[in-house]
């Protein structure tokens, strides 16, 4: 999902970009993966690929290392071999969601599911492996490319008319556009270290619900509130995870906007306005 919108926003200013997928890179293999990237001999490699289904996660452990740290680490070795700074995507949920404010990059971590677990082991193989790193934590991300929160509400708000979702977790949805702007930012700076990149404001998933259905014209569709417990899903997520993006801003120029802003453009150029939906669901 954020892959694709990356090199559409890193084409312009890095016209070499190019992007490989699981078909093409299996970063668990770290052989092929040394040499795959020894061959490209890139300035920067940014990995964007996980396994990023959190109660997945949960059921397969070792999948999920194998990927998120693993991982990381194969790639970091096969960028170190041609002196190749890495970008590495992270997540809110390396922290408890305890901090009751938003979290800055010093924080310490301390992750309550697998996922959250396997990434930061990765940031941390990183950390030890080289020093030319960029490690960009981010979360509640949606964009064109993938399954993803919004989609699935539209979605169920045609098939259901009533949908339930929970509203004691806070943290702030992202389109991949806009965190795309900021870690093409962030790479021409040539910047290192830990940043915190996420859309401004926050609410819960039941007030982005609110939100999307509102967008998109179809407030008749009712969303009832339910807590975390009563939707007794396999991985516990932090109930307060916003991120502190100051240093982004400080370094970079660049201000995230509100969460809003960034979902009406996503369900514009998604194609989901209120006429779209009619006619989809009149076929
Ligand atoms: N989505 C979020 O809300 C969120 C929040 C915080 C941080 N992040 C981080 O942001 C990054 C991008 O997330 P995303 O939502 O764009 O993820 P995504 O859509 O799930 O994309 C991840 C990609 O990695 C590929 N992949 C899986 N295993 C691989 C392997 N062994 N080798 C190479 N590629 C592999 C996946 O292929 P298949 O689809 O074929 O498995 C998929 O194309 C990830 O690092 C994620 O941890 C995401």
């Given at each position: 999902m954020l892959g694709r919108d990356l090199i559409e926003i890193l084409q312009p200013s890095f016209p070499e970009v190019a992007g490989w997928d699981l078909d093409e890179i299996?970063?668990?293999q770290e052989r092929e993966t040394a040499l795959r990237i020894e061959g490209f001999r890139p300035d920067v490699v940014i990995n964007v690929a996980a396994y990023t289904d959190v109660d997945g996660c949960e059921l397969e452990r070792e999948k999920a290392f194998a990927i998120n740290a693993e991982g990381a680490k194969n790639v970091a070795l096969g960028a170190l071999k041609c002196r190749a700074k890495v970008v590495y995507l992270s997540t809110?949920?390396?922290?408890?969601?305890?901090?009751?404010e938003p979290y800055i990059e010093s924080d310490p971590p301390r992750p309550l599911n697998v996922y959250g677990h396997s990434k930061l082991k990765g940031e941390q193989y990183l950390q030890a492996l080289m020093d030319d790193i960029l490690i960009v934590r981010t979360q509640w991300l949606y964009g064109r490319y993938g399954r993803n929160f919004v989609a699935s509400v539209l979605r169920q708000a045609k098939e259901k008319g009533v949908l339930s979702i929970v509203n004691d977790q806070i943290g702030s949805p992202t389109y991949t556009v806009d965190l795309s702007r900021a870690l093409s930012a962030l790479i021409r700076q040539e910047v290192r270290g830990i940043f915190h990149a996420a859309n401004g404001d926050s609410c819960s998933w039941y007030a982005f619900g609110q939100a999307i259905l509102k967008f998109s014209e179809m407030e008749r569709v009712k969303i009832m509130p339910i807590s975390s417990k009563e939707l007794c899903r396999r991985a516990v997520r932090p109930s307060h995870s916003v991120l502190d993006c100051r240093k982004l801003e400080e370094v970079t120029g660049v201000a995230m906007r509100p969460w809003p802003e960034g979902l009406k453009d996503y369900l514009s150029a998604a194609g989901f306005q209120k006429r779209t939906l009619d006619e989809r669901s009149t076929r």
């Open positions: 299996d970063i668990r809110d949920y390396v922290f408890d969601g305890e901090k009751g």
